[in-house]
């Protein structure tokens, strides 16, 4: 799954850069310099991943399968950091709409929350400042949240 998301963020990033770099040329000095920015980090990019696959032996690899029948390398750790982060973040959200719904005074449908790297955003609108205290507090209570930031307006 890590490699496929890697693969694919890849390959966007790649049709993305060839559009850009297809585009007709412009008299337009911004678009010269974005060109020659956007190629000159394109061929860093390129270094960097020759860099990282030159450091693989492929004696190494074989040494590896035989003593534990598996190669793991770290770069794929950082992937997997931010597939967990994604995840801790939406489980954060369903935990907060779930104790919404047991709220009577508080509506799940009129309060959208968004949560990223624990830092928890009420939107919407809600009948009493008192609902706003009642939905923060609910917020804060859940694992994992760091800060809630609340734009909760009050409809009469």
Do not use: C, W
Request: proline share 2%; glycine share 6%.
């Amino acid at each position: 799954m890590k490699i496929f998301l890697a693969l694919l963020i890849g390959a966007a990033i790649g049709i993305g850069a060839y559009i850009f770099l297809k585009a007709p040329p412009s008299d337009h000095p911004k678009l010269e310099r974005t060109e020659d920015r956007v190629s000159e980090k394109a061929g860093e990019i390129k270094t960097k991943v020759k860099d990282t696959v030159s450091d693989i032996d492929t004696d190494q690899i074989r040494d590896e399968l035989k003593r534990t029948g598996k190669v793991i390398r770290n770069k794929a750790a950082q992937a997997g950091t931010a597939i967990s982060d994604a995840t801790a973040d939406a489980r954060i959200t369903t935990a907060i709409k779930t104790r919404m719904t047991l709220e009577s005074d508080l509506s799940a449908f009129k309060i959208s929350v968004n949560t990223t790297d624990g830092v928890v955003t009420l939107s919407g609108t809600v009948s009493s400042a008192e609902a706003i205290q009642k939905a923060m507090n609910l917020a804060l209570a859940v694992d994992g949240v760091t800060q809630v930031i609340s734009t909760l307006q009050v409809k009469e």
